[in-house]
T-cell receptor
Framework: EADIYQTPRYLVIGTGKKITLECSQT?????MYWYQQDPGMELHLIHY???????EKGDLSSESTVSRIRTEHFPLTLESARPSHTSQYLC?????????????FGPGTRLTVT | QKEVEQNSGPLSVPEGAIASLNCTYS??????FFWYRQYSGKSPELIMF????GDKEDGRFTAQLNKASQYVSLLIRDSQPSDSATYLC?????????????FGTGTRLTIIP
């Protein structure tokens, strides 16, 4: 089981601000993911990474960007927050062994843009 | 047709009874199947995964997989109020080396004391 940390847990911020949501894991997992989930709705994959310097966009178009400079760290950035970005953002990671597909989630960041 | 379909519920089950949650998927080549539990306002927690046809038991939980029917289910025996949550079915896409999961919308389960 992975130890995945997300900060902040809750963030209320005004329109136009730049924000970075932090995600880190201590298990050395190569694969990491960002999901967006609105209340009562399904998870949507917005970004993923299979290792350092590897990032890909997910299924749901997002104005956010990600980086992966270190294995343990996968931050998500919004250059200019808008009310439409209000949502819960969930980070997950996956053990690197072949054939292991289960993902473990961090506690999430609930973002509100006013 | 959605890739992973679940009945959104709510599903109400008396305490002590068996809760049965169902999920169907469209990609016949899917290989790996997962059940996550998500309490309101919390992140998903992995409770079961199954890769082979048949049943897999872990405590009060049993996952059942039927690849021919493209159907996976989760049984919860001796349901407890703490089992009240939304249960998400997730399926690994079949592309080799592609460790992305597709999630269903979830079934909301309520255990009635």
């Amino acid at each position: 089981e992975a130890d995945i940390y997300q900060t902040p847990r809750y963030l209320v911020i005004g329109t136009g601000k730049k924000i970075t949501l932090e995600c880190s894991q201590t298990m050395g997992h190569d694969k990491m993911y960002w999901y967006q989930q609105d209340p009562g709705m399904e998870l949507h994959l917005i970004h993923y990474s299979y290792g350092v310097n590897s990032t890909e966009k997910g299924d749901l178009s997002s104005e956010s960007t990600v980086s992966r400079i270190r294995t343990e760290h996968f931050p998500l950035t919004l250059e200019s927050a808008r009310p439409s970005h209000t949502s819960q953002y969930l980070c997950a990671s996956n053990p690197s062994a072949a054939g292991i597909y289960e993902q473990y989630f961090g506690p999430g960041t609930r973002l509100t843009v006013t | 047709q959605k890739e992973v379909e679940q009945n959104s519920g709510p599903l109400s089950v008396p305490e002590g009874a068996i809760a049965s949650l169902n999920c169907t998927y469209s990609d016949r080549g899917s290989q790996s199947f997962f059940w996550y539990r998500q309490y309101s306002g919390k992140s998903p927690e992995l409770i079961m995964f199954i890769y082979s046809n048949g049943d897999k038991e872990d405590g009060r939980f049993t996952a059942q997989l039927n690849k021919a029917s493209q159907y996976v289910s989760l049984l919860i025996r001796d349901s407890q109020p703490s089992d009240s949550a939304t249960y998400l079915c997730a399926v690994n896409r079949s592309n080799f080396g592609n460790e992305k999961l597709t999630f269903g919308t979830g079934t909301r389960l309520t255990i009635i004391p």
